[in-house]
Each structure stands twice: as structure tokens, then as C-alpha cells.
């Protein structure tokens, strides 16, 4: 991959994404998803309860303060385009940022980055579900959205501020520990050797994750 974290890097936001409401069979029991994100031309306030003008259908599992704003890069967009042949444009994943120069799946938990006048932590990855599989049209899209460790980033805003397409995304520091969203989703899903190692960025996750890796790490200590 050619992008790169670190303090430091910088890399530059390609498109903001708002969804399209969707219905169809795909969306499950919810009857609708705002998984289909489109770019808009114009600035988009990033607070700490979400992506203003976005729509989140399932807030069970979706949005909240640790999963304020969703990130993908241009090359794992690429990377998708490439293995699933389909062409995907900004937002086709799902994201409300697309960015160019940031490895969003290779953000270690905790990072923060300043994009424009706001102020993000990466806090997690995203966990992909059927609907994300029925909107693309992919049958066994989870099973290999896994497996290519390609996630993308939830973050939490720690600073409200509008952003842009064209804005200066900059990692400003990054926590020790090294902890990946790639690192949690393979632990979420199967790879229990790493627990030990997601243990040390606990505090660093949102209620989710933290109650997962609790849930988890009680059940490998019976």
C-alpha cells in the first residue's frame, strides 16, 4: 500500500459522504440502510454524535460517540474495485470519509488526526455485516472483507468542526501500544492469540470494543 500513519503524515480528504437511504431486500430486518454513501460539494459538520446529515438506521450497532465518523482509503477502495470488479466510487463502501495519503486500516487505536479544524481518535474498526454483503451484491463479501484485514476506521470527534473534500487530514500522535483496527478485527474474528496484545490498547476503545474484549477475555480466563 502506498499511504502511511504516523505523526506527521499527511494525506487529504477526496470526498465527504452522506447516505442515500436504501430499502430492499439486502437491508434485513431494519427495512432500510444508510449504507449507500454519496459525496456532497460542500462542508459537513463532524461532531460527537455523528456526521451531520448523515442517516444511521441500525444505532444498535451502528453510530454513537466511538462510531461518530467511519474512514476508507482510496487504495483499499482500489483494492476492492480490483477483487470484486466492480467500480466503487467514494462512499461505496459505506464511509463518510474518503481519504488519500491516511492507511485508515493500518490506524493504530488511539491515533488522533486533525482534519481541517477538527480533531478525530480512531477508535476501532468497522465489523462487516450481511447488509454491507447485500448492498454490494457479494454473497461471501463478509467472509473476504475479513480476510483481505482491510476495515477502515471508526473515529470519535474530539473536536467538533466542519470538513471538506480537499482538507489536510495530519496524524498528529499516535499511541505506543501499536494496536491496528486490522489487529481488532482479526481478534473479533477468530484470531484469539492477539487478545493479549489488544489488551494493551483497552483504553483506547470505545464502550463496544471494551465490552467485547471484557466479554472475551472473561470467557478465555473460564
Same mark, same amino acid.
Request: glycine share 12%.
Given at each position: ?8 503524515? +499527511? ?5 465527504? #459522504?452522506? *447516505?442515500?437511504?436504501?430499502?430492499? +431486500? ?18 459537513? =459538520? ?17 453510530? !454513537? ?11 483499499? =477502495?482500489?483494492?476492492? /474495485? ?12 459505506? +464511509? #463518510? ?14 491515533? &488522533?488526526?486533525?482534519?481541517?479544524? /477538527? $480533531?478525530?481518535? $480512531?477508535? !476501532? ?10 448492498? &454490494? ?9 475479513? /480476510?483481505?484485514?482491510?476495515? !477502515? *476506521? ?7 468542526? *466542519? ?10 500522535? &499516535? ?15 477468530? +484470531? &484469539?492469540?492477539? %487478545?493479549?496484545? $489488544?489488551?494493551? *490498547? ?14 472475551? %477475555? ?5
Amino acid at each position: 500500500m502506498t499511504t502511511s500513519t504516523g505523526p506527521g503524515v +499527511e494525506g487529504r480528504v477526496e470526498s465527504v #459522504n452522506l *447516505a442515500v437511504v436504501r430499502t430492499g +431486500e439486502w437491508t434485513m430486518q431494519k427495512g432500510r440502510s444508510g449504507i449507500d454513501k454519496r459525496p456532497v460539494d460542500h462542508s459537513v =459538520l463532524l461532531t460527537a454524535d455523528g456526521v451531520e446529515g448523515d442517516t444511521i438506521c441500525d444505532l444498535k450497532h451502528h453510530g !454513537g460517540p466511538d462510531q461518530a465518523v467511519y474512514a476508507y482509503s482510496c487504495d483499499d =477502495l482500489a483494492f476492492w /474495485a480490483a477483487e470484486l470488479g466492480q467500480p466503487l466510487s467514494p462512499g461505496a463502501v459505506g +464511509e #463518510n470519509l474518503t481519504l488519500s495519503g491516511v492507511d485508515c486500516s493500518g490506524a493504530v487505536v488511539g491515533e &488522533r488526526w486533525q482534519i481541517g479544524a /477538527a $480533531v478525530l481518535q $480512531v477508535r !476501532g474498526p468497522r465489523i462487516p455485516c450481511r447488509v454491507f454483503a447485500g448492498f &454490494r451484491g457479494v454473497p461471501d463479501l463478509v467472509k473476504r472483507f475479513i /480476510a483481505a484485514g482491510r476495515p !477502515g *476506521a471508526y473515529l470519535a470527534v474530539l473536536r467538533p468542526a *466542519a470538513v471538506k473534500g480537499g482538507d489536510t487530514v495530519r496524524v498528529v500522535d &499516535r499511541p505506543a501500544h501499536g494496536v491496528t483496527v486490522a489487529h481488532i478485527l482479526a481478534a473479533r474474528t477468530g +484470531e &484469539r492469540t492477539l %487478545l493479549p496484545q $489488544v489488551a494493551t *490498547a483497552r483504553e483506547h476503545l470505545g464502550v463496544r470494543g471494551r465490552a467485547w474484549l471484557d466479554r472475551t %477475555l472473561d470467557v478465555t480466563r473460564t
